[in-house]
């Protein structure tokens, strides 16, 4: 009888997280999160701090985001701070910032850094385990609190050395349905972007609500 109880153990133990492995457990919430996101929408705080002058630029706002298939991720921001109100549109092949006090659109080409957006993007929502520990080298931070969400601290390190010019070390806290609530981005000059999510709704997004709208005087400016 004791064998026969240690053999039905093994079988309820097969597939479940081993608690004993943190980063583990935490990979597994990642890839079934990954297997059924499609989208999602939240409230978002991006705080900017600037190392050489220690100032943080706090914006609020909303994130709407859509895996629109594979390798692409389409993102509209409204964000409002001490610069006024600004919506960052991302659709894959270039990203528009469109500042509502001065009405002009500044449109950046993402042609030639396609791989360096591809490795923040995976930064974000839906990417898989593996797509992380492809890209990064990931360290378990320990079990913290963001406001009243239990959240698992991770650390990653870019691997390649173009990413690490950019992006020097990227830290994420993950719930524990495998979403993001919130992102620190470290940069070689020491500024650091902070961004907190609230009140997430997992659901994708229609593609027309991610379109930049802008009024008909609006003046584009384009970047390579």
């Known amino acids: 009888m004791p064998r026969l109880i240690a053999i039905f153990a093994l079988f309820a133990s097969l597939g479940m997280p081993d608690t004993s492995d943190p980063l583990g457990t ?10 059924t996101f499609k989208g999602m929408s939240a409230d978002i705080t991006n705080t900017q701090h600037t190392a050489i002058v220690d100032d943080n630029d706090v914006q609020t706002g909303t994130i709407k985001l859509l895996r629109a298939g594979p390798g692409v991720t389409r993102v509209l921001l409204d964000l409002k701070g001490a610069g006024g109100v600004q919506t960052v549109a991302l659709d894959g092949h270039s990203v528009s910032t469109y500042n509502r006090t001065t009405r002009i659109v500044d449109v950046y080409d993402l042609a030639n850094k396609q791989s360096l957006v591809n490795q923040f993007l995976l930064l974000g929502f ?52 495998g979403l993001v609530v919130q992102q620190k981005f470290l940069y070689p000059s020491g500024d650091y972007k902070l961004v907190t999510y609230s009140n997430m709704k997992t659901a994708a997004p229609p593609e027309k609500d991610l379109e930049l709208k802008t009024p008909k005087d609006a003046v584009f400016q384009k970047h390579d």
């Not at 919430?29 to 297997?35: C, F, L, V, Y």
């Open 26 to 35: 935490v990979f597994v919430h990642i890839d079934a999160a990954a297997k």
């Open 126 to 177: 839906g990417a898989t385990s593996a797509e992380l520990k492809s890209n990064y080298a990931i360290t378990w931070a320990g079990d913290e609190k963001i406001g009243p969400q239990p959240t698992t601290h991770l650390k990653l390190v870019p691997k390649s050395p173009d990413t690490l010019h950019a992006l020097k070390q990227a830290d994420l806290w993950f719930a524990e349905n």
